[in-house]
């Protein structure tokens, strides 16, 4: 039984997309099954991997962005019966890039740290690098949702049981954007007792360029107006649900169940970021 589902999410880069598939299947070693979601793809720029695509007229006029996005590609494995068949899911946004076996590295750290739900490569030009060391593994309480490894059981733990859409299974959804929206999944696992990591035993390259110069083929406003949409959507979406005014509020309130996974659990304190 493969081990991982890799969910590569794709709006209209199928080059990028169909090489980054093509980089999962070179380190494959039967641990992976690799997917793609189209998210909102326009019927031309399909990878040539596509697995779903979302093709409804709001997606494909507004695509998924990555909450949703994510949760579309989950639902797709439950729906086909397929979501048990996994321990783990490496959830990738295609503007990523890596050299190494990444899965398989971070695979084993999750192995390592049972109490870790939610594990993300570094990137090589984050500030985290520098705090953290060179191959080391770090408890965090914030990393931005790009290349995430999460464990079954975590998401089974907070995930929408009832009534799972892609608007509600992992990610809130109404965060469309989703400023804040992987934070409040990190701040779901502290409270449920499972850590968030940063590896640098296992590093990427985020391809900012994408977003930057392809912006029309991605169908998102050009990079200066999304990043403050991004911001002030997330902040207006964090204030509706939790009544926090300040980045700082979420901050605070995310460090509380920080500072409590380590007093329950004092000998994992070595790993502290």
């Known amino acids: 039984m493969k081990k991982v589902a890799v969910i590569i999410l794709n709006r209209n880069l199928p080059q990028a997309t169909d090489q980054l598939y093509e980089k999962f299947q070179s380190f494959n070693n039967g641990e992976l099954d690799v997917f793609v979601v189209e998210s909102g793809s326009d019927h031309d ?67 390592r740290h049972p109490r870790l739900g939610i594990i993300s490569p570094c990137g090589r030009n984050w500030g985290e690098r520098t705090l953290i060391g060179e191959n080391q593994t770090r408890y965090v309480w914030h990393v931005n949702h790009l290349a ?3 464990r079954r059981r975590f998401v089974e733990t907070i995930m929408e049981r009832a009534t799972p859409t892609y608007m509600n299974l992992f990610y809130d959804g109404t965060n469309y954007r989703g400023y804040y929206a992987d934070q409040e999944v990190i701040i779901k696992g502290y409270i449920n007792e499972f850590a968030t990591a940063i590896s640098s035993k296992a590093m990427m390259i985020e391809k900012t360029e994408l977003l930057r110069t392809q912006a029309d083929l991605i169908r998102t406003e050009p990079y200066e107006i999304n990043i403050r949409q991004v911001f002030d959507e997330g902040r207006e979406w964090v204030y509706r649900k939790y009544g926090f005014t300040t980045r700082a509020h979420m901050q605070l309130y995310a460090q509380m169940f920080f500072d409590r996974f380590f007093h329950l659990y004092p000998h994992l304190t070595e790993y502290r970021l």
């Open 45 to 111: 720029k399909l990878s040539r991997y596509c697995t779903w695509w979302a093709d409804w007229d709001e997606a494909r006029q507004m695509g998924l962005r990555y909450p949703r996005g994510f949760n579309y590609g989950l639902l797709q494995l439950k729906r086909t019966g397929r979501f048990s068949d996994y321990d783990y899911f490496f959830m990738v946004c295609n503007d990523i890039w890596f050299d190494d076996p990444i899965v398989a590295i971070l695979l084993e750290e999750m192995e």
């Open 148 to 150: 995430w490894l999460v």
